[in-house]
């Protein structure tokens, strides 16, 4: 099994588990947002602006990565034709269990974003994409075919982590003790550590490769902000461990 498939796995099963990032939102909030009240994050803690995104009625959005049904349906109750891709069975499952229950239509593919996206060129007006690119190794190769799949003048709405959580060995936050880049596959001790706190296989970004390969793709950034992890001394310290971003196709 390949790391991208047992993080798929590991992901069913926190879900199954009550992972937070796989609650689907209930009844009463999509038709909160139908009537126009609503909020979607892309880190743990702020809210992304509305202004991030503009009129979303009739707008084709991809959530990239962005399983569980906990945004799609609000920009579906906003109007948009929504694409949803994920790797995680559990999280599509709640996605097509939430539109049914409301009586939209999603679009809903299963696939690795590691390799390339099953989309023509120029598919999307938004592309939505959480923080999850910290389970994959390679992460130019994905704002490359974000890039590729959006229309001219095209959003790319993402969030990242930059890294500094991967300094620490264990839930205190208060020891450094690894050095970066945070690269299981390269470092056994790195494996075990996520081992022993059931982490999955991830793998610290620098900005270079979050924001730098943004702009190396070819898109225009307007906006950006940080956050925390909403918990931990880290977050008691207010230290950002987080960045979301807008860009422009």
Request: proline share 5%; charged share 25%.
């Amino acid at each position: 099994m390949n790391y991208r498939d047992y993080n798929s796995s590991v992901i069913d099963r926190w879900v199954k588990e009550g992972w937070e990032w796989g609650k689907p939102i209930g009844h009463e909030e999509y038709l909160a947002a139908k009537a126009g009240v609503w909020d979607v994050k892309l880190t743990p803690v702020k809210f992304v602006p509305h202004e991030w995104f503009g009129d979303l009625y009739g707008k084709k959005l991809l959530g990239l990565a962005s399983g569980g049904g906990q945004q799609m349906p609000i920009f579906a109750a906003l109007g948009a034709d929504c694409t949803v891709l994920d790797y995680s069975g559990e999280q599509l499952k709640s996605e097509r269990e939430v539109a049914e229950r409301e009586g939209y239509f999603i679009n809903i593919v299963r696939a690795d974003m590691t390799k390339p996206l099953p989309f023509s060129n120029g598919t999307f007006d938004v592309i939505f994409h959480p923080v999850s690119n910290c389970y994959i190794k390679e992460v130019e190769p994905v704002w490359r075919e974000c890039y590729r799949i959006l229309k001219p003048g095209g959003l790319l709405i993402a969030g990242m982590d930059n890294g500094i959580n991967y300094l620490f060995a264990d839930d205190d936050e208060t020891k450094v003790v690894n050095r970066l880049p945070f690269d299981p596959l390269e470092n056994p001790e790195y494996m075990r550590q996520l081992n022993e706190f059931d982490g999955g296989v991830q793998f610290s970004h620098t900005l270079e490769e979050q924001i730098g390969g943004q702009l190396k793709a070819g898109f225009r950034l307007t906006d950006l902000y940080e956050d925390t992890n909403g918990e931990g001394k880290l977050h008691e310290l207010n230290v950002p461990s987080f960045i979301a971003t807008r860009a422009v196709k």
